[in-house]
């Protein structure tokens, strides 16, 4: 995209995001490099206001907050040549109508997987604890627990299931390396000498399930996956084994989930539902073996600079005429998140 001019970039993203995402010396660089009106920013492609700015847009700065990126979208912006999402993945946003056109898209999704990854360790390393189980007695009792009740728990030698080398996956795989697990991997995509490189043991589904401890969900939502652990599959997990999902809660067939912990036979660790949110009268929020958090492992407060860091280099890599780091192209999201 290399020009004399700089590109007409707009906003497209609910604006609350705005400071957050490009304080003010990132806000500086990209106006920089950028004709761009921060003041301006999109929510709707179809409001009769945003007929002129998407008139002339070159870049789209999409966000948390955009709307699809549809047919109605390419009438109304004619010149467009790129989109630069500064958040996750843009599996839901990218219809076929842009790739269709050659549009450049580009994500911050490699670095919304950085705190994914680092909340799943730290659910990984408070599981094997046992801390929550411990947490609910401590309230009741105000003792210390006995050893029989703690002959359980430890980090050493724990099983770790991962389901899903995405980019949250991948990381994860990366931040388990120094401790004393033994990691297992599940993706149809991933060779067994490939698992071996990322430090994990690659097996079927099933047999992730029946010998893990601890399964950690990092597939994509894809039809593919819709409901992968299903009521036969969670039956498969050794009594008192600990789910985590901070991928999405479509991946997990709820009733069945909601009756193995109703049961009291697992574990879980909820970062995502379905419904989300969950509704007030679920019985999950009232079990002590469900820890349960509102959606809050993808990036939040100062970790979305980070974010919008990787839209201003990806910005001044196009102006220069360099390829973006962090292309999407569609064939990649049938396999990574």
């Known amino acids: 995209m290399p020009s004399s001019r700089p590109p007409v970039t707009v906003f497209a993203m609910d604006p609350v995001h705005l400071p957050l995402l490009f304080p003010a010396p990132l806000m500086a660089r990209l106006t920089g490099v950028a004709d761009l ?27 948390w907050g955009c709307p699809p990126l549809d047919d109605g979208l390419l009438v109304a912006a004619p010149r467009l040549r790129a989109v630069l999402h500064a958040a996750g993945s843009v599996r839901s946003l990218v219809g076929d109508a842009l790739w269709k056109r050659g549009v450049t898209v580009s994500s ?8 994914v990854a680092e909340y799943t360790l730290a659910m990984i390393l408070l599981a094997g604890k046992d801390a929550f189980t411990h947490r609910e007695r401590y309230r009741v009792a105000h003792a210390y627990p006995s050893v029989a009740e703690t002959a ?7 099983r770790i299931g991962v389901v899903g080398a995405s980019r949250v996956g991948r990381r994860l795989l990366e931040l388990l390396r120094p401790f004393d697990f033994t990691v297992l991997l599940h993706d149809p995509y991933v060779t067994p000498a490939e698992a071996a490189a990322l430090g994990a043991e690659s097996l079927p589904l099933d047999e992730l399930l029946r010998r893990s401890d601890i399964v950690t969900l990092h597939a994509p939502d894809i039809p593919q996956t819709y409901r992968m652990l299903d009521r036969r599959r969670l039956a498969l997990v050794r009594d008192g084994g600990v789910l985590i999902n901070t991928s999405r809660g479509a991946l997990v067939d709820p009733e069945a989930l909601t009756d193995e912990l109703v049961a009291g036979r697992l574990h879980a660790i909820l970062d995502v539902t379905e419904p989300e949110p969950l509704p007030a009268g679920s019985v999950l929020h009232r079990l002590p073996n469900v820890f349960l958090t509102p959606h809050i492992a993808g990036s939040q407060g100062n970790e979305l600079e980070r974010l919008g860091r990787i839209v201003v280099e990806e910005l001044e890599r196009l102006v220069a005429g360099l390829p973006p780091r962090h292309q999407v192209r ?7 998140a």
């Open 37 to 63: 009106d921060p003041a301006v920013v999109v929510r709707d492609f179809a409001d009769p206001a945003a007929a002129g700015p998407l008139a002339r847009a070159e870049v789209l700065v999409t966000g």
């Open 108 to 115: 911050a999704v490699t670095a919304n997987a950085v705190p």
């Open 152 to 158: 359980g728990t430890g980090n050493v030698g724990r």
């Open 330 to 336: 569609h064939a990649d999201l049938a396999r990574v």
